[in-house]
Nanobody, 121 residues
Framework: QVQLVESGGGLVQAGGSLKLSCAASGIIFRINAMGWYRQAPGKQRELVANTNIGGNTNYADSVKGRFTISRDNAKNTVYLQMNSLKPEDTAVYYC???????????????WGQGTQVTVSS
């Protein structure tokens, strides 16, 4: 009933930029927080950045100053602008949304299908 669709991944050279997008659709009452996680081969999924309904943002230390998360509440969409990309940024990037489907239900986390980002040296 809720779907998160990501786009914008791809192959880029070190120092380049990519912009990821994630749109949430379906039965949505309110989205509290949206974020981006990533998982490299053989590693655990880690938080990259998130933003809450008030617009506050949080970044992993490894991406501070290079990545920017933003959100369009009217479109239920979150973006991740990634600049000065490094080979160690290579991973599958997943979008997340903490949302409720009506005023009575609690908040649940939903995930996108993931989009591959590959940074070549």
């Amino acid at each position: 009933q809720v779907q998160l669709v990501e786009s914008g991944g791809g192959l880029v050279q070190a120092g380049g930029s990519l912009k990821l997008s994630c749109a949430a659709s379906g039965i949505i009452f309110r989205i509290n927080a949206m974020g981006w996680y990533r998982q490299a081969p053989g590693k655990q999924r880690e938080l990259v950045a998130n933003t809450n309904i008030g617009g506050n943002t949080n970044y992993a230390d490894s991406v501070k100053g290079r990545f920017t998360i933003s959100r369009d509440n009217a479109k239920n969409t979150v973006y991740l602008q990634m600049n000065s990309l490094k080979p160690e940024d290579t991973a599958v990037y997943y979008c997340s949304a903490d949302l409720s489907q009506n005023a009575l239900l609690g908040v649940q986390r939903y995930w996108g299908q993931g989009t591959q980002v590959t940074v070549s040296s």
